[in-house]
């Protein structure tokens, strides 16, 4: 029976219904078919689902991405990124990882952060002379970041699922950001090293670092908003998020001076429109989950992994490989949101950190935006930077071989993740 749930439900998700809309009918069919639980159970369990006030972070979030794109960070922090790395030959790519690595700290979006700095790299690196599909690979790989390093709406999403410890995501999600960051510099290098790649020009005085520094100061503080509000614990989740948005705004308006009072309603509609898409989600989860947990699935899951005799090393290994092929064609809420409540349980069963755990999980699905048929952060390239979305999805291979290889370094070696979040929280 659970069988022909997900069968239907994944059929729905082909025929192109949208993903909360599959899974409410699906939920709802298997309820009316398979038990007799009231129909009036799917009413109530969907205004449960919302009825979270740290939920208002995710649209707060996505506002400061949206924010960030039309403010001019973006341009500041690249000059800033030149003066540290442009005397490296081909130091226009590893700027780009920069750029994300920065980015990544005040919006949480892969989408956004790869709209927002795409669009001022790509015509920069095809000016310099870089190969198109290149530059396009590169750009895709290092949005990637944008969720992994905090704050990232997919940890915020898995924290308010299973009650782990948001703030404990975050802070575990900076030591592999950080190295698929390197990974990512690593690999272009070796890309580039046979190629006669420029040496930008920059202004090295001192003078030249003054500005930088103080064009691109205030776009440096707002990832420290975060994570000291995450940290002392000064504020919630929420007022994090909301407080990182005004912050951008007012920047933007008053110091930046580059956001105009008309472009506000696109920001905001755009931001709502993005958030009901995830807050949807949350409709549907709790019935979901209810069902999974009435017919003993996880149970099930780990009566199986135990006879397997897999233990933590193989039951990684098989999550991995699983969450990898997931990625491909479903992006990463909806898949956390089916998978992730039967997984979970089995992981803590098993010793594995539950920190750790949906670290490992978001990476996994974050590089499934790399990866065909969908990726959707190489359909954004490919229009921005009008590349064939195959030549880009050639392209990206190298880069994406590389987050895996972090991938499965963080897998098998737990204290990178859990280093900084026990540290820091105990």
């Known amino acids: ?41 799917v009413a109530t369990s969907m205004i449960k689902g919302i009825d979270n006030y740290s939920l208002l972070a995710i649209p707060f979030f996505i506002l400061a991405g949206e924010l960030m794109n039309i403010s001019g960070m973006t341009l500041r922090l690249v000059e800033l990124s030149k003066y540290f790395i442009g005397k490296l030959r081909g130091g226009l790519a590893y700027s780009t990882v920069m750029l994300n690595l920065f980015a990544s700290g005040i919006s949480g979006s892969a989408p956004a952060d790869c709209s927002a700095v795409s669009s001022v790299m790509l015509p920069a690196m095809r000016k310099e002379g870089y190969k198109p599909e290149f530059s396009a690979a590169l750009n895709a790989a290092s949005s990637v970041l944008g969720p992994i390093i905090p704050p990232s709406i997919p940890l915020v999403f898995l924290a308010l699922m299973t009650n782990i410890s948001v703030g404990k995501l975050f802070l575990g999600g900076i030591i592999p950001g950080l190295l698929i960051g390197f990974a990512l510099m690593f690999t272009a290098y070796l890309l580039m090293r046979k190629q006669n790649m420029p040496v930008m020009t920059v202004d090295w005085t001192m003078s030249g670092f003054r500005k930088s520094v103080t064009g691109s100061i205030w776009a440096l503080i707002a990832p420290l908003v975060v994570i000291f509000g995450v940290i002392t614990g000064f504020v919630t989740l929420t007022e994090v998020a909301i407080l990182i948005s005004a912050y951008v705004l007012i920047i933007g308006m008053f110091v930046y001076k580059t956001i105009k009072v008309t472009q506000l309603f696109k920001v905001f509609r755009t931001t709502a429109v993005f958030s009901a898409t995830i807050l949807m989600l949350f409709c549907v989860v709790d019935i979901f989950t209810y069902i999974m947990a009435s017919e003993g699935v996880g149970e099930l899951m780990k009566e199986w992994v135990t ?20 990625g491909m064609p479903m992006d990463a809420l909806p898949a956390m949101l089916i998978f992730v409540p039967v997984l979970l349980p089995i992981a803590m069963d098993l010793g594995i950190d539950p920190v750790h755990f949906g670290v490992v999980i978001t990476v996994n699905l974050m590089i499934g935006l790399v990866t065909p048929p969908v990726g959707s952060l190489l359909n954004i390239v490919s229009k921005i930077g009008r590349v064939p979305f195959n030549r880009v999805s050639v392209a990206v291979t190298p880069f994406t071989l590389s987050m895996i290889a972090v991938l499965f370094l963080i897998t098998y070696v737990p204290f990178l993740v859990t280093w900084i979040p026990n540290w820091l929280m105990g």
Do not use: K, Q
């Open 1 to 41: 029976m659970i069988l022909l749930l997900f069968v239907f439900m994944f059929a729905l998700m082909f025929l192109g219904m949208e993903i909360f809309i599959s899974i409410g009918v699906a939920t709802m069919a298997y309820l009316l078919i398979f038990t007799d639980t009231p129909v009036t159970l």
């Open 307 to 326: 006879a397997l005799g897999l233990g933590a090393v193989g039951f990684l290994l098989i999550v991995n490989i699983f969450f990898l092929l997931v």
